[in-house]
T-cell receptor
Framework: DGGITQSPKYLFRKEGQNVTLSCEQN?????MYWYRQDPGQGLRLIYY???????QKGDIAEGYSVSREKKESFPLTVTSAQKNPTAFYLC?????????????FGDGTRLSIL | GESVGLHLPTLSVQEGDNSIINCAYS??????FIWYKQESGKGPQFIID?????DKRQGQRVTVLLNKTVKHLSLQIAATQPGDSAVYFC??????????????FGTGTRLTIIP
């Protein structure tokens, strides 16, 4: 089945440590996104990529970094500069063909601080 | 800044009844809207979408209504079932280019179906 796979489901970070969240899609989608969700809140955009080797900052990019070396993969690194990283992280993708298309989401990674 | 909000954070509905979830948006230039359902510990699941050149769209047991005059969006779920219990988000497209690179999400409404 085609879809978006996020791993790991749960992740713990120590102080001063960088951690990387994986997002893989086999939908042949061009565009991929990373969102952060805090309890009782909506989703906030961290980074997005419309095409391989290109990505743009979203609304809350500070303390995060991404790469897009392959169409299928869009990993997110939560750096030590992100002082409040505890949240639910969601990856999404869409075909990005120029017409409005809904974003499709993975099942998230929950990041906590040790 | 632009925002998408919800009138009610929680809604309880008797099983079998219809439910209506409301959403207000503030960006009059938004041309595409989506409703998502999110179950606990999972990612949002696409329910239905609507473009600004429409005022109503129907799916299986769901209907989305768009009132551009008052910038209001609603999701109607017919004959609710226990599996409909979840948090529902509306989202509006705020991207300037090919239409979907920036979605702004509301804070969500928690729908609880009472057996």
């Amino acid at each position: 089945d085609g879809g978006i796979t996020q791993s790991p489901k749960y992740l713990f970070r120590k102080e001063g440590q960088n951690v990387t969240l994986s997002c893989e899609q086999n939908l042949n989608h061009d565009a991929m996104y990373w969102y952060r969700q805090d309890p009782g809140q909506g989703l906030r955009l961290i980074y997005y990529s419309q095409i391989v080797n290109d990505f743009q900052k979203g609304d809350i990019a500070e303390g995060y970094s991404v790469s897009r070396e392959k169409k299928e993969s869009f990993p997110l690194t939560v750096t030590s500069a992100q002082k409040n990283p505890t949240a639910f992280y969601l990856c999404a993708s869409t075909s990005g063909t120029g017409a409005n298309q809904p974003q499709h989401f993975g099942d998230g990674t929950r990041l906590s601080i040790l | 800044g632009e925002s998408v909000g919800l009138h009610l954070p929680t809604l309880s509905v008797q099983e079998g009844d219809n439910s209506i979830i409301n959403c207000a948006y503030s960006n009059s230039a938004s041309d595409y809207f989506i409703w998502y359902k999110q179950e606990s510990g999972k990612g949002p699941q696409f329910i239905i979408d609507i473009r600004s050149n429409m005022d109503k769209r129907q799916g299986q047991r769901v209907t989305v209504l768009l009132n551009k005059t008052v910038k209001h969006l609603s999701l109607q779920i017919a004959a609710t079932q226990p599996g409909d219990s979840a948090v529902y988000f509306c989202a509006e497209n705020t991207g300037p280019n090919f239409g979907n690179e920036k979605l702004t999400f509301g804070t969500g409404t928690r729908l609880t179906i009472i057996p």
